[in-house]
């Protein structure tokens, strides 16, 4: 079955709406923004390890009294008591001289401010904090590379992507072993700025990481790719894409839409072997769905089993009980030569149509039944009720069946009226003088007895 270029972009736009590249969904975890007093955030980033090229600090020392006093403000916030925590932490702030909190223990201050508003959900005053967290100087690197990652994350969360990505440049700049989930955020990023081809060479980044760790990528990155190939037109990439999906997460959509991607590259074969394979495992649904898998076998001349997918479907109650639907399951029952059971599938059909085409259709398959009185009865009715696409073969069939039934006066006038249309002419001329010629015949033999 082909779709055009326009359904293609529809269908691509379609099944990609519920793509999770949202800001919504770029959170930051929790264990990011622990009020440890060691300062040192256990970011989504926890594996990344400073540039060996970095010179090692000289953090100042965390002196007793400052420990005690962040201990009593992290048991507060530990405690959900997060105004407890912040006025402890507002004390140590108050009346200050410069030299009271030195470098390190001002970080380990603004790291437990920021949990605080993180989880009041004040995102922008949990940012600030966090800013000023990488403004003390000489504090540990490991603090600073994870606390710029979660600078980044919020960001994120706020939707303001080019700072995001600014942000996870410089935090790229000083880490050794940036994990696929930083390559992620950044592709995520750059997405949202529709800048497609750098947001796909950071999810392909991502995703061959987990692979060369045998671990399985996760089933958004996979559909984020799948979009950015689908807008950049590759779609012999979107394809492979949609097949590695199928391998770790099996559902319809994807048997679906692989379906769907193969029609656009003209691979029948393949485009109606996906859409059995979800059908067989159950997976189709809808009306459509069904109908467009019995159009499949139809196109693929497999018109038997696209009958027996229209009867499940009509029975189950998937498939809508309608003119077209029935006449669809007639017309697959009669071409995989069931005519005794595309009869009843065709008087449904003609029994819920407004006019007289499917009577006359119905006629025909009367004919076929070797029911020639039934057929005269339905295409009679088909002609008198109107509507009828080819009058002129209905007539034809008309006349056939008059012949069957020894009626040669009416048979001739029913020839002779599909005879008038250009398009019946000959066959109608063929069989007035095989009739002519039969009641020749049978003159000779009723002389000769």
């Known amino acids: 079955m082909k779709f055009s270029k326009h359904a293609m972009n529809v269908g691509v736009r379609s099944f990609l709406l519920a793509l999770p590249v949202v800001a919504a969904q770029i959170v930051v975890s929790q264990t990011a923004l622990g009020p440890a007093i060691s300062g040192i955030a256990q970011a989504q980033a926890q594996d990344a390890q400073p540039k060996p090229e970095q010179e090692t600090r000289r953090t100042p020392a965390l002196r007793n009294k400052v420990y005690e006093k962040l201990a009593e403000a992290q048991t507060a916030a530990e405690a959900k008591d997060l105004a407890t925590a912040a006025k402890v932490l507002d004390g140590m702030l108050a009346g200050r001289r410069d030299n009271e909190l030195n470098s390190y223990e001002l970080a380990n201050v603004y790291n437990l401010y920021a949990f605080i508003h993180y989880s009041n959900e004040d995102y922008t005053s949990a940012l600030q904090s966090y800013e000023n967290v990488i403004k003390q100087p000489d504090i540990p690197l490991a603090m600073e590379i994870n606390t710029r990652f979660t600078v980044a994350q919020l960001y994120f969360v706020q939707e303001r992507w080019a700072d995001g990505i600014d942000a996870l440049e410089k935090w790229f700049a000083m880490t050794e072993t940036p994990n696929a989930n930083a390559y992620v955020l950044m592709a995520q990023g750059y997405y949202q700025l529709k800048d497609y081809d750098k947001a796909l060479q950071n999810i392909n980044i991502a995703i061959d990481d987990y692979d060369a760790k045998g671990k399985i990528p996760k089933e958004q990155w996979y559909n984020l790719a799948r979009f950015l190939y689908a807008e950049k037109n590759m779609i012999a990439e979107a394809t492979a894409t949609l097949q590695q999906l199928i391998t770790f997460y099996p559902k319809k959509q994807y048997w679906v839409q692989l379906s769907f991607m193969y029609s656009e590259q003209e691979k029948e074969a393949l485009q109606l072997g996906a859409m059995e394979t979800a059908y067989v495992q159950g997976m189709l649904e809808k009306d459509g769905e069904y109908r467009n898998m019995a159009s499949l076998f139809l196109n693929a001349e497999v018109p038997y089993k696209a009958s027996v997918v229209l009867q499940e479907g009509l029975k189950d109650e998937i498939v809508q009980d309608t003119s077209k639907n029935w006449e669809l399951l007639a017309g697959a029952l009669r071409q995989a030569q069931e005519v005794e059971d595309a009869i009843p599938a065709m008087e449904k059909a003609a029994s819920m149509s407004d006019d007289g085409d499917l009577y006359a259709r119905l006629g025909n398959i009367y004919l076929d039944a070797d029911k020639n009185e039934k057929a005269i009865e339905a295409i009679t009715k088909g002609l008198d009720r109107g509507g009828v696409k080819r009058?002129?073969?209905?007539?034809?069939?008309?006349?056939?069946?008059?012949?069957?039934?020894?009626?040669?006066?009416?048979?001739?006038?029913?020839?002779?009226?599909?005879?008038?249309?250009?398009?019946?002419?000959?066959?109608?001329?063929?069989?007035?003088?095989?009739?002519?010629s039969e009641l020749e015949r049978q003159k000779s033999l009723a002389a000769e007895g």
């Open 391 to 436: 009058a002129d073969n209905a007539r034809l069939v008309l006349g056939m069946a008059y012949f069957n039934t020894k009626q040669y006066a009416k048979a001739r006038d029913a020839f002779r009226a599909a005879g008038r249309d250009e398009r019946s002419k000959k066959y109608a001329d063929q069989w007035m003088k095989y009739m002519n």
